[in-house]
């Protein structure tokens, strides 16, 4: 066997010998370079179920440095390249989600369901057999047919917005049965249109994640919301926040103007899904249940006072889906980190502090 047949059998080795062959050509150069690009998809011809559709799988390959929100807005994103391109969107959340509930299996082995219907009513099952299936990667979400400031990441215009909150109005609708809970649980927490809605993540910022939003001191949320109460416009406040001494701090200087949820496991380090154990039935379901009833609570609320994060984002992209937006609404940013830790360490520091606590 010559080296030419031992590179062939190396696809890495035979890709990269191919690339410097044509390095010269400028056809051959745009070919690859379209073939990195979302306007280029590849079909899987699998079986003959839904002819002259075409069928997008988004599957979310979740990891630890996920939330909730991280992963909603990315699925928003993907789901709107499809509509973008024609394409039917079917969803599929990894079960190493934080999320993932093994008591929910007779219901659904896809954490995405617990919640949430099929976009387009496709059941997940047959996929597989589509005969033009196209498999969306997460470059997918980030696709626009416009110009906007901050492509990905927490900065982004009202166009982007309005972009989501319609593919939101679209395709996104709860499961019956978590419409009924959350339906129940905004009948007894007490949101009027006199309520500023108010989120609070400061204390998992302030270990520095790179690339991440720059904490926002507990001082500068209680100035935003008293200005906003003298205006007279408002009586009640909506607090959502994983942080107990947030809460706790938040009612000592507004009293029973403050409402919330009282079910929540809260803790004082400021990130409940990646540092909370508990034995509670449905504990991993419930986590993802209280963080989406947070961001659908904040959506109904007249105003908003939050810092930059994927649940204040989500929840104005609800709110837009409605055909509305805030009255008033103050974003808290110090701007992102463009040094730091990547947050896998950061949130390894988190686990650490966990255990040494325990």
């Keep these: ?145 416009h110009e906007y400031a901050g492509k990905v990441g927490y900065i982004w215009d009202q166009r982007r917005f309005e972009e989501l909150a319609m593919i939101m109005r679209k395709y996104i609708r709860l499961t019956d049965d978590v419409q009924k809970k959350i339906t129940a649980d905004l009948g007894g927490v007490g949101v009027t249109d006199r309520t500023i809605g108010v989120h609070v993540r400061r204390i998992s910022f302030q270990y520095g994640a790179k690339g991440h939003p720059r904490p926002v001191e507990l001082e500068d949320y209680i100035s935003a919301v008293n200005k906003l109460m003298l205006t007279g416009a408002y009586d009640r406040i909506f607090l959502a926040t994983e942080e107990e001494e947030t809460l706790t701090a938040m009612i000592k200087q507004f009293g029973d103007k403050i409402v919330y949820y009282k079910d929540v496991i809260r803790n004082n380090i400021g990130d409940t899904f990646i540092s909370t154990v508990s034995d509670r039935p449905r504990h991993q379901f419930l986590m993802g249940y209280e963080v989406l009833r947070d961001a659908c609570t904040l959506a109904i609320c007249k105003s908003l006072i939050a810092g930059i994060s994927n649940i204040s984002m989500c929840a104005k992209i609800m709110k837009l889906s409605t055909d509305n937006d805030y009255l008033d609404e103050e974003i808290l940013n110090n701007g992102l980190l463009d040094k730091g830790l990547k947050l896998k360490e950061v949130q390894k520091e988190i686990r650490h502090k966990v255990e040494s606590q325990k």
């Design 1 to 145: 066997m010559d080296i030419l047949d031992l590179i062939r059998k190396n696809q890495l080795l035979y890709y990269i010998g191919k690339c410097l062959m044509y390095i010269r050509d400028k056809e051959f150069r745009s070919k690859v370079i379209d073939l990195t690009t979302p306007e280029m998809v590849q079909f899987h011809h699998n079986g003959d179920a839904y002819p002259g559709k075409i069928i997008y799988y988004y599957k979310n390959s979740w990891t630890k440095t996920f939330g909730f929100f991280g992963v909603f807005r990315d699925i928003l994103g993907g789901i709107n390249y499809a509509d973008q391109l024609g394409m039917i969107p079917v969803i599929e959340w990894d079960r190493a989600s934080p999320y993932c509930d093994e008591s929910m299996n007779p219901v659904t082995m896809n954490p995405f369901e617990y919640y949430f219907k099929q976009p387009a009513g496709i059941p997940l099952e047959t996929v597989s057999q589509a005969s033009n299936l196209v498999i969306g990667k997460l470059k997918d979400s980030w696709f626009v047919r």
